[in-house]
């Protein structure tokens, strides 16, 4: 029995570790074209003519496809289907074909001036046509995600999953980072708005060529485990494979639900935060425009460092329900102290954000490898599809058009000529207040689960690491 386990590559720890490293930057590459635009609201007004509601549809476009037309899901059934290599390649392929409608939208001055009115909406040409790139991208990147997810759980269950988990987030959220902190001074630096887009094109096109690579390291995996299958005399069950009427078995269950709203609830409180979050630190804190994309780009250069913390920690010690508790309390608390308006000093909008940070890197590092312990690996990139169209529907494409419209219907203070441009003001405090109600929401929802965990006995409280 010794000799087969050491026939299987995925007990290799290099090999492992070299198969998230490629995968990771692929994702890594993703999420830099997720958040490249959000430090750019101010430029995309001055050069472009945006309002933020313009600002607001481009953002929530990421969900079009994936909330209304469910593509996503079928993205999670393809991949249990299908497999992991040609639904990653195809999900990186599609990433770049989002990416480069998007860019030509925002670079080419062909759309200037002309406006479309679609169903019930009009916005200008430029908005529509970066949107429908964003939302093409969008179904890229959230297929991509799940099927990485997938991976993971491929090559780490038994072993260092939550830290795995939480080392793809951290190298992804990379992408972030820089994306908040490099993306102004870029636009600036280049003299236009879509410099940066083009920058993220060219390392998605890289990441594609990372996730072919991978799948070498794949159907060498695969390999190994039906050597080891063949030396014990074990044979694969059919009953393994992904049925359709699986979907049923994974919405039936309580448990996958009180992630998915506790997935949805938590976010919301963060990615349509940190889309408007530049302009928040100059409209409130006074910080220089230049400046402003780096305070929030702490928060993803500290999950860089704790995400996987957190995650060894629950790989060792257990106790993931309480875990997302504590994340959930975190964000409350930093959301109700940033609608407070006297409290403006830039100091204490770094102090925030870093606990912001610990709470983003909390709720994370325990829910993704909690899924699953709840739902079977064979169900898993549907369970995850699930998960993340919910996320999709709610903390992606409605909460940031909403957070546009409320600031642009009830928290406009004044407007102010700056560098010949008429520049609008806001206050910030609604939106804070609607962020920290989502994040206690959550907090129930981490509760339930917790609940629901004692009965069920999922072990979301145990470790990961088996002994």
Not at 99 to 112: C, D, I, M, Q
Not at 446 to 464: C, M, R, S, T, V
């Amino acid at each position: 029995m010794t000799e087969t386990i050491k026939k299987v590559l995925n007990d290799s720890k290099s090999a492992r570790w070299t198969a998230l490293l490629i995968v990771s930057f692929t994702m890594f590459a993703g999420y830099y074209l997720a958040d490249v635009m959000a430090p750019l609201d101010g430029l995309l007004q001055k050069e472009l003519g945006w309002n933020k509601t313009d600002y607001g549809w481009f953002t929530g476009a990421y969900g079009w496809f994936n909330v209304f037309l469910f593509f996503l899901i079928f993205g999670g059934i393809i991949l249990d289907k299908m497999g992991v290599r040609f639904t990653g390649l195809a999900a990186a392929a599609v990433m770049v074909a989002g990416a480069a409608l998007k860019y030509w939208a925002v670079s080419t001055p062909s759309l200037e001036g002309k406006s479309w009115d679609i169903l019930f909406w009009t916005f200008p040409a430029q908005v529509w046509l970066a949107a429908l790139g964003y939302a093409i991208f969008g179904v890229g990147v959230e297929v991509a995600g799940i099927t990485v997810s997938k991976i993971i759980v491929k090559w780490f269950k038994g072993h260092e999953l939550a830290l795995a988990m939480g080392l793809q987030l951290s190298i992804a959220r990379l992408g972030t980072a820089l994306a908040l902190s490099t993306s102004l001074p870029i636009a600036k630096a280049f003299g236009h708005v879509s410099t940066p887009i083009l920058i993220c094109l060219l390392m998605l096109v890289i990441g594609l060529l990372a996730f072919f690579v991978y799948t070498f390291n794949d159907k060498r995996l695969e390999k190994s485990i039906k050597e080891a299958k063949l030396d014990t005399g074990v044979e694969a069950s059919p009953d393994e494979e992904f049925k359709i009427k699986d979907i049923l078995s994974i919405i039936t269950n309580k448990g996958w639900w009180y992630v998915s709203i506790l997935c949805a609830l938590f976010y919301s409180a963060v990615f349509p935060f940190l889309k408007y979050a530049t302009y928040f630190m100059v409209n409130k804190f006074g910080v220089e425009e230049n400046l402003a994309g780096i305070i929030p780009g702490l928060l993803p250069f500290g999950t860089i460092l704790l995400t996987p913390v957190f995650g060894n920690l629950y790989d060792r010690k257990g106790k993931g329900a309480t875990i997302m508790i504590i994340g959930s309390l975190l964000i409350i608390f930093v959301h109700l102290l940033f609608a407070v308006p006297i409290l403006n000093s830039w100091i204490i909008a770094i102090i925030l954000m870093i606990i912001l940070g610990i709470g983003f890197s909390l709720v994370p590092s325990a829910m993704w490898p909690s899924v699953p312990k709840i739902i079977p690996e064979r169900q898993l990139g549907t369970a995850y599809a699930l998960i993340f169209w919910v996320q999709n529907a709610w903390a992606l494409m409605f909460v940031p058009a909403l957070i546009g419209w409320v600031l642009d219907t009830y928290c406009i203070t004044g407007t102010s000529i700056v560098d010949g441009q008429e520049v609008t003001s806001y206050n910030y405090t609604i939106p804070m207040i609607l962020f920290m109600s989502f994040g206690i929401t959550a907090l129930l929802f981490a509760f339930l689960l917790k609940i629901e965990d004692k009965k069920k006995g999922y072990g979301l409280q145990l470790p990961n690491i088996k002994n």
